[in-house]
């Protein structure tokens, strides 16, 4: 359960690092710093990647309906907590409703899982 665990968590970070690799080559996009734009674009490639590995291995022994839910879930959970603390993204009512709802969900989804 541990190993799972950590690959969902692998998942969820490799997938937020590309999110904001893509977010900041946003920012760079047009202002001539192709060298930065591309590293990156690569950055966020590569996190990609990593993620998809990480979940391939989650759905070789388990069904795609729990895994993708704990998967997602998590990362939605990771791109909030980033958002807030690098970009400033305000974190208001209804998030926090909506993250204690997504936390209850990957719990009972998660335990699911595990079970099988």
Same mark, same amino acid.
């Given at each position: 359960?541990? =190993? $799972? !665990?950590?690959?969902?968590?692998?998942?969820?970070? &490799?997938?937020?690092?590309?999110?904001?690799?893509?977010?900041?080559?946003?920012?760079?996009?047009? !202002?001539?710093?192709?060298?930065? &734009?591309?590293? $990156?674009?690569?950055?966020?490639?590569?996190?990609?990647?990593?993620?998809?590995?990480?979940?391939? !291995?989650? &759905?070789?022994? =388990?069904?795609?309906? =729990?895994?993708?839910? /704990?998967?997602?879930?998590? !990362?939605?959970?990771?791109?909030? /907590?980033?958002?807030?603390?690098?970009?400033?993204? $305000?974190?208001? =009512?209804?998030?926090?409703?909506?993250?204690? &709802?997504?936390?209850?969900?990957?719990?009972?989804?998660?335990?699911?899982?595990?079970?099988?």
């Amino acid at each position: 359960m541990l =190993s $799972r !665990t950590l690959l969902f968590a692998a998942y969820a970070v &490799l997938n937020t690092a590309a999110m904001a690799a893509i977010k900041e080559a946003g920012r760079i996009f047009g !202002t001539g710093r192709h060298a930065a &734009l591309l590293g $990156r674009l690569g950055f966020g490639a590569v996190c990609y990647a990593a993620g998809l590995a990480a979940l391939i !291995t989650l &759905l070789r022994g =388990s069904d795609a309906s =729990s895994v993708f839910p /704990v998967a997602i879930g998590t !990362t939605v959970l990771a791109t909030n /907590v980033v958002g807030a603390l690098n970009y400033g993204e $305000r974190i208001t =009512s209804r998030k926090v409703a909506a993250t204690l &709802l997504l936390l209850a969900g990957i719990t009972l989804t998660f335990l699911d899982t595990a079970r099988a």
